[in-house]
C-alpha cells in the first residue's frame, strides 16, 4: 500500500513505525510546525518528523489544509490511503476523497464513546475501567465515521494519561497495520457509528488544574492521573502553586476538606466524602518533583488546609 501519514506527537510514532516496518511505502508526511519548547524556546521538530527525516520521507507542515495546496500535495503523491493519527487538523472533503481507500483515523477511544480531542485524558478522568484504540474511515463529522477494527484494553486504577497513551499508541500500532491489510485484501466490513452512544472529550486546558477537596478522594485522584504531565493537578500551598503528580486514595480521614495531614511519613489531605488522598508526587512552583514523603522533610504543613476553590 502507499501510504501518506499525517500525525504530530510522540503518540503518532509507534503507528508510523509499524507502517513502515510492515513493508508499506511512505510516499510523505504531514505534521504540524516546529515550536519553540524548553526554557530556552529551541524551535523544535514533532517527534513524527523526526522519524521521517530519519527514514527519509517527505515531509510537509502546512498551516492549514483548507487552501487547496495540501490537496495539490496529496494529488501529486497519489497514496492509496491517508492514516491519521493525533495530527492536530480536521482534513476537509477536498482531501478525504483524494486517496482511493479513503483516511484512515487511529482514535484512541473505544468509539462512539470519547469523541474530540482528548480521548485519553476524558477516559482517565471519568474513571472508566477500560478504553481501547478505534481504526475509523474518516468522514466530514468529528470521529463519526465507521468503524473498521477496535480494540480494548483495561486501565489501571493507578495509570496515569502519560502511561496509558505510551500503551494505546503501541495497540494502535499494531491496529493501523493489521487495518491496511483488510483493506488491500477487500475483507473490511465497516460498522456505522451508534450516535446515541457517543460522547465528547474536549481539549483539555489549564482551567482544569485547580483541585476542588470538596469531591471524593477518588474523583481528586482521576484529576491527578487525567492530568499529569500536562497541564498537571494542582493546589496552592503557602500562596504557591504546588503540582500534584501522583496519588491514591487512602481511606477515611476525618477532617475539614483540604486539611493537610502527616501520618506515618505519608503526606496525606481529607477529601469532601470524608475520605483521603495521599499525595506521592508533588512538585512545589520554582522547585524540583519530589516524593511526598521527602516534601514533608522539607516543609511544616501543620494548620495547612488547602482551599477548595483558586484559580487555574
Request: aromatic share 6%; with cysteine.
Amino acid at each position: 500500500m502507499r501510504v501518506v501519514y499525517m500525525g504530530t506527537p510522540e503518540f503518532a510514532v509507534p503507528p508510523l513505525q509499524s507502517i513502515l516496518n510492515a513493508g508499506h511505502e511512505v510516499a510523505g508526511v504531514f505534521t504540524r510546525a516546529d515550536k519553540p519548547q524548553g526554557r530556552k524556546m529551541l524551535l523544535t521538530p514533532p517527534p513524527v518528523k523526526v522519524l521521517a527525516e530519519s527514514e527519509h520521507i517527505p515531509v510537509f507542515q502546512p498551516a492549514s489544509l483548507k487552501d487547496g495546496r495540501a490537496a495539490s500535495i496529496l494529488e501529486r503523491l497519489q497514496p492509496d490511503v491517508v492514516v491519521v493519527a493525533a495530527y492536530g487538523m480536521l482534513l476537509p472533503k477536498a482531501v478525504l476523497s483524494i486517496p482511493r481507500f479513503g483516511c484512515i483515523n487511529i482514535h484512541a477511544s473505544l468509539l462512539p464513546k470519547y469523541r474530540g480531542a482528548a480521548p485519553i485524558q476524558a477516559a482517565v478522568l471519568n474513571g472508566e475501567a477500560k478504553t481501547g484504540v478505534t481504526a475509523m474511515q474518516m468522514s466530514e463529522g468529528l470521529d463519526t465515521g465507521d468503524i473498521l477494527f477496535q480494540e480494548s484494553t483495561p486501565i489501571g486504577t493507578s495509570e496515569n494519561t502519560k502511561d496509558l497513551s505510551a500503551r494505546l499508541s503501541r495497540l494502535g500500532a499494531g491496529l493501523i497495520v493489521r487495518t491496511l491489510d483488510a483493506l488491500r485484501d477487500g475483507t473490511v466490513h465497516p460498522i456505522p457509528q451508534d450516535d446515541s452512544q457517543s460522547c465528547y472529550a474536549p481539549k483539555i486546558t489549564k482551567k482544569m488544574s485547580p483541585v476542588d477537596w470538596t469531591r471524593s478522594a477518588e474523583e481528586i485522584h482521576n484529576q491527578v492521573r487525567a492530568l499529569y504531565p500536562w497541564p498537571a493537578a494542582c493546589t496552592l500551598f503557602r500562596s504557591r502553586h504546588l503540582k500534584i503528580c501522583r496519588s491514591r486514595t487512602a481511606g477515611k480521614q476525618y477532617g475539614t476538606p483540604g486539611l493537610a495531614v502527616s501520618e506515618n511519613g505519608s503526606f496525606l489531605v481529607c477529601c469532601g466524602d470524608g475520605s483521603a488522598l495521599e499525595l506521592m508526587g508533588v512538585q512545589l512552583e520554582g522547585g524540583r518533583r519530589m516524593s511526598g514523603s521527602d516534601f514533608l522533610r522539607g516543609h511544616s504543613i501543620e494548620g495547612i488546609v488547602f482551599p477548595d476553590k483558586m484559580e487555574g
